[in-house]
């Protein structure tokens, strides 16, 4: 099948050729999304039109494949699913939210039944990877496809047998590292650039693979997984997890995924205090950008853990100076540094063929919404500047005298 | 004058009649806001028609007073405001924001002539007192008719003479001290209950007399208003208001007004660290319901202090482990007190002479939107217990195992 569209109005014209038949047919997008989308997702009709009327489904062009993106849930369909319109239709769905608790105890007890199976949760960017119109193709978190990751994903692993063998499997994982342009963290076992694989999942339905089998599948392909901690029983599993937790938050690592070996409940994920400042650290950083959203739920997590683990005065008073420096150091090296005439701003390394890729790369930041021009390339290394506009125009406002 | 407003709708029926000729007539309370109030306010009535179809004008009928209430601000008619329909009609303005200055020394310079006012800005609640139907009414900075207000302002000061002879001022100033219903703080010289003027201002116009002339009035009168610091050279104004900030932050007090003298320029505002860390600790006693609201200004504040008084590496460490605690601190202690069962309230105090008028101000608090009951009465002293019911309920379920 072929689908083309129509350039007057892209959302209005929709047209379908089948490439081994020859037949073809004609629909406008909405009555695709009213009549067709709504039995391949099992969703009403109704919901569909309407998110499509919203702008919350939109047409996605892009990196040669042309699809439909949902901007936000409909249903059960999760934010960031594509509709892929390639040679068939595939139905990559969004990465489904992980719930937190803040009191491990109450929760995992309450939430799984007799064993919990333990993952490390890793500080990076999710990824969902899929065959499409036999291509590889990387997906970020929101459903658009990442040009980086889709080039640098097929080399750091060799998915070629796994996709051959699992046409209509996801691989769902974490790429990290410290050069990489969305989230750099360091992890000594990985340096600049790695991914780590936490899901196996169905195409159009979602379905996960059961921990294990997941995990023989990987090994089998040779294919890099989250670090598996264990399977625990479930009255055992607080004090553990706290153990790990800590043991994690130690080596600057962010915490754990709490799955059911059988992936029939939903994971929920814990994280380490030291997590929590890096965050609220980066938050403070660019202050008018981030501060506000990442703030709030970051310190309640703080709250929670100190009492969950029964803290002392001292320990609790270590907890709140980390906090409050988390936020004053980085915020006061960001007003100097926009006192002295700079712009707040971070700098994103990325490894290209050639100064084209990294352009095209600010380009896919730059239609996410991102301030980012390539400011250097050289040797394969490309500096891409991504400045923080709220931060450096609200800071340069105050320090020449403007109001609150 | 008189006005009644029919039953059935009472939007909608609106009957005017002279008390002296007898003329009467009668208007729809829609076809008042956009032909008779534009005259008076001099604001476009397709504004206020507006603002009237989205609710943001309501009409109001409390405490023997009917009138118009501004829930938001129209124009150049500040939200607060009240158009009381009594003998007469009496427009009493909303409170006008004070801005306020992240950096004083550009920002004073930029704003400012040749010399401010600096008043102390004290931590209480901002009320305005007028003459209507010829008595004496407060309002709450939102234009609602306090009832507690209203008949403890008489007993504290002696305003009568001063209506008397200026029926068209409205007295703005600061409930204080630690037994009031809305901001409590201490103060050596206030203790429980206290009145400080900060403004004389027209009805109607909302024009506000210099500040020479409102001290001169208020001595007169023996009206007690806010400390006036002096007017100050705008070269030396800087420095001696952080002098003065920095002392009053030592005594815990809030901050200043800085005021054009002449009041033809709007006031500025600039508090101290320790108003701000108090702030904090005050939202996260209660996070669910202030923590998000409250917290991000307040650290603000603290960085551009910081920055601006250049400090040492030891005090900007002191800065971070007062916020950290400010907000570390009263969560957990909070968290603590609802795992043992109890709700996360606080105590209000407040004298009346029987336990209907404790009731009726604390209906008046529900109307206001505060979970709010009379938890005991005796000896003329009321306790009003008012809940914070999102943080005692979400702090309740997260320590049963609830997922964020």
Known sequence: MQTHVGKTKSHKNFFFKCSSCNYSYETSMPSFISEELPKLLEVKPANLKR????????????????????????????????????????????????RRTL?????????????????????????????INNKIIAFTRGGYICPYTTKKAPEIMEMENFFMDHPDLVICGEMVG???????????????????????R??????????????????FYGLPHVELFGIIDINEAPERIFELVIELGREDREGVVIKDPEMKIEPLKYTSSQAHNGEIQYAFTYPFD??????????????????????????????????GESIIYPMIRTIKHVADDNSASED?????????????????????????????????????????????????????????
């Open 51 to 98: 998110s499509f009327e919203n702008g919350n489904i939109k047409f996605y062009d892009n990196q040669g494949i042309q699809g439909l993106q949902f901007r936000k849930s409909v249903g059960r369909i999760e934010s960031g699913t594509m509709i892929c319109l390639g040679d068939k239709i595939d139905i990559i769905r969004g990465f489904p939210k992980i």
């Open 103 to 131: 009191m491990l105890s109450p929760s995992v007890k309450i939430h799984f039944n007799q064993e919990v199976a333990v993952e490390e949760k890793m500080n990076g960017y999710n990824v969902r990877i899929a065959l």
């Open 178 to 200: 410290t050069e990489n342009p969305y989230v750099t963290h360091h992890y000594r076992e990985i340096g600049k650039l790695g991914f780590r694989i936490f899901d196996l």
């Open 202 to 219: 169905e195409k159009a339905s979602n379905k996960p693979m059961s921990v294990f089998d997941k995990v023989e599948a990987l090994e």
């Open 290 to 323: 981030f501060g506000r959203s990442f703030f709030f739920s970051r310190v309640i997590r703080e709250g929670f853990q100190a009492y969950e683990l029964n803290e002392s005065e001292d320990e609790i008073r270590k907890r709140a100076h980390m906090i």
């Open 348 to 404: 994103i390394i990325i490894h290209v063929d050639n100064l084209k890729e990294a352009e095209d790369f600010a380009r896919h930041l730059r239609d996410l919404g991102v301030v980012a021009t390539v400011h250097s390339f050289r040797d394969g290394k490309a500096i891409i500047r991504r400045v923080h506009q709220s931060t450096t125009d609200r800071i340069s406002n105050f320090l020449r005298g403007g109001l609150y």
